[in-house]
């Protein structure tokens, strides 16, 4: 089973960067579409940004212009670069991957709809 590992999160100052990664897990074949979440306390969770496979980009609004997203194939890694930090970024960040495909003894097995296990966001002086 495929597993999303994030790191990178923690507090910082307005006005700072930090530097989020997911990593999958499992021997990949290939990865299909790849975004970043946030859900702040008391909000529903809201797409950040999105990477194709092809790595076409797509940003919310409220990102655009301070986040970048980016991903490293040959890793299983998507990074979210996040810029110019504001207290309205504080949320936990998940990483979703839409489709892997993994090798094992039978030959090519898909995992759809992965969610990471959320990393904490603090942006606060």
């Known amino acids: 089973q495929v597993q999303l590992v994030e790191s990178g999160g923690g507090l910082v100052q307005p006005g700072g960067s930090l530097r989020l990664s997911c990593a999958a897990s499992a021997i990949i074949y290939s990865i299909g579409g790849m975004a970043w979440y946030r859900q702040a306390a008391g909000k529903q969770r809201e797409v950040v940004a999105v990477?194709?496979?092809?790595?076409?980009?797509r940003y919310s609004d409220s990102v655009k212009g301070r986040f970048t997203i980016s991903r490293d194939n040959a890793k299983n890694t998507v990074y979210l670069q996040m810029n110019s930090l504001k207290p309205e970024d504080t949320a936990v960040y998940y990483c979703?991957?839409?489709?892997?495909?993994?090798?094992?003894?039978?030959?090519?097995?898909?995992?759809?709809?992965?969610w990471g296990q959320g990393t904490q966001v603090t942006v606060s002086s």
């Open positions: 990477i194709s496979s092809g790595g076409n980009t």
């Open positions: 979703y991957v839409d489709q892997v495909a993994t090798v094992n003894s039978h030959g090519l097995s898909y995992e759809y709809d992965i």
